[in-house]
């Protein structure tokens, strides 16, 4: 009877433990998968786009490792 009901126990354990581990592994892989790598104009450093200083200007979007980085390029 004991073993019966750690057994259970045990199941019950798997059962929630699995999605639980995979629900945390998916998000990091997407994370890596769906960030690219933008060069910045000025220091000609890759920056992890979600992480890059993002800037408009007449010739389109240009990313920057820095806001430093930014004002250089837009000449200040
Ligand atoms: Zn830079």
């Known amino acids: 009877m004991r073993l019966a009901v750690?057994?259970?126990?045990?199941l019950l354990v798997l059962v929630v433990l699995l999605p639980l581990v995979r629900a945390l592994r998916a998000?990091?892989?997407?994370e890596v998968a769906g960030d690219a790598l933008v060069k910045d104009p000025?220091?000609?450093t890759y920056v992890v786009r979600s992480r890059a200083v993002t800037r408009r200007f007449?010739?389109?979007l240009r990313h920057f490792c820095s806001a430093e980085c930014a004002r250089r390029y837009a000449g200040g």
């Open 6 to 10: 750690l057994g259970i126990a045990i």
């Open 27 to 30: 998000p990091r892989r997407r």
């Open 42 to 44: 000025v220091c000609e």
């Open 58 to 60: 007449a010739e389109g």
